[in-house]
Nanobody, 124 residues
Framework: VQLQASGGGSVRTGGSLRLSCAGP????????MGWFRQAPGKEREFVAA????????YLADFVKGRFTISRDNAKRVVYLQMNSLKPEDTAIFYC??????????????????WGQGTQVTVSS
């Protein structure tokens, strides 16, 4: 399973970016997709996730009201719309796919497949 993340870049505080992750969709038993991020010197942390078969989404508290996750089933793409970006959002963003539909959707250990990261840099 290959995941291809794109859309990173450099923006000023308050700016927006939309990340995309192209993957296998619901094939290979994939139940949903997630976005994680890792800032320099920090652990990789959960940002958002979405199920393929329902409208259920999950968002980390620190992005609620600013980020939105969505999907295009036909294109097999998951998007992360990021608005009101802050310097502390600077990180490498990774998309990931999971098979299990249960469990903890916020836990990175439950995501089986990972894409390469895309850098997001927010300057003040």
């Amino acid at each position: 399973v290959q995941l291809q993340a794109s859309g990173g870049g450099s923006v000023r505080t308050g700016g927006s970016l939309r990340l995309s992750c192209a993957g296998p969709g619901r094939t290979f038993g994939i139940s949903g997709m997630g976005w994680f991020r890792q800032a320099p010197g920090k652990e990789r942390e959960f940002v958002a996730a979405i199920r393929w078969t329902t409208d259920t989404t999950y968002l980390a508290d620190f992005v609620k009201g600013r980020f939105t996750i969505s999907r295009d089933n036909a294109k097999r793409v998951v998007y992360l719309q990021m608005n009101s970006l802050k310097p502390e959002d600077t990180a490498i963003f990774y998309c990931a796919a999971r098979v299990s539909s249960g469990g903890n959707w916020l836990s990175r250990s439950e995501y089986r497949y990972w894409g390469q990261g895309t850098q997001v840099t927010v300057s003040s």
